[in-house]
């Protein structure tokens, strides 16, 4: 099993843009690490306390596949200056790959969080 983190923004606290965001996050989670829903044994998501809205995962659930994925809201700790409007999320994959084969994303302002994983 190994982890895979992500995280992403939003420009508002509005339902669709929160879902859609939470949507391209896990598509391409997917597509950069070749895996599936089915691969999947967790999801926990955290969102900071800006956004109010929607919960990612209700987002995520629209992705074929997700019905049976086990999938967690939480909120992230409030941390003073932290990044606004984001969405994180770390997810819990059996596969055979190694550490250093798994691509974590960080999408729109988040790609700040990890400058290190640029290119």
Not at 80 to 102: W, Y
Request: charged share 25%; with cysteine.
């Amino acid at each position: 099993m190994r982890g895979i983190r992500g995280a992403t923004t939003v420009g508002r606290n509005e339902k669709e843009e929160i879902w859609l965001a939470a949507q391209e996050l896990i598509t391409e989670l997917l597509r950069t690490n070749a895996i599936t829903p089915a691969d999947i044994g967790a999801a926990i998501f955290s969102v900071t306390d800006d956004l109010t809205a929607a919960f990612p995962t209700a987002g995520v659930r629209r992705i074929a596949g997700f019905d049976l994925v086990p999938l967690f809201d939480a909120r992230q700790c409030a941390i003073e200056d932290s990044l606004p409007r984001c969405i994180r999320v770390l997810l819990l994959v059996n596969t055979d790959a190694a550490q250093s084969d798994i691509h974590h994303v960080y999408l729109r302002a988040a790609a700040n969080l990890r400058p290190d994983l640029e290119g």
